[in-house]
C-alpha cells in the first residue's frame, strides 16, 4: 500500500514538473522575435529597402525593423517619419496588389 502511495505521489510530481515546462516552452514560442533597443536616425535610399516590419506588439518600444538588400537590419523609432512613410508605402503597394 505504501509503494503504491508513494508511485502515485512521484507520478503526480512528475506530470506536475512537466505541464509546468511545457507551459514555460509555449510562453517563450509566442515571445516577440525581435525588439529594438537603440534607433537609427538616419534614413536609407529607398532602393536599398528590401523590407520593413513593426516590431511585436509585445516589445517595450514601438519601431519599425529595416532590412536592407544587403541582409543588414536597422531598428528606426515608432515615431520615426521616415520609417512610418516608408511603412505604410510598402504596405499599401502590397495590398493593392493583391487586389488586382
Not at 15 to 29: D, E, G
Not at 30 to 56: D, M, W
Request: proline letters at 2%; one cysteine or more.
Amino acid at each position: 500500500m505504501m509503494k503504491t502511495l508513494c508511485f502515485t505521489l512521484g507520478l503526480l510530481l512528475l506530470s506536475t514538473c512537466c505541464c509546468y515546462a511545457m507551459l514555460q516552452a509555449v510562453q517563450y514560442s509566442t515571445a516577440p522575435g525581435e525588439c529594438c533597443f537603440n534607433f537609427y536616425k538616419q534614413s536609407i535610399p529607398l532602393k536599398r529597402v528590401s523590407s520593413i516590419t513593426k516590431t511585436h506588439s509585445a516589445c517595450h518600444n514601438k519601431a519599425f525593423i529595416v532590412q536592407t538588400t544587403k541582409g543588414k537590419q536597422f531598428c528606426y523609432s515608432g515615431t520615426s517619419q521616415w520609417a512610418l512613410d516608408v511603412y505604410n508605402q510598402r504596405h499599401n503597394t502590397e495590398g493593392s496588389s493583391q487586389q488586382h
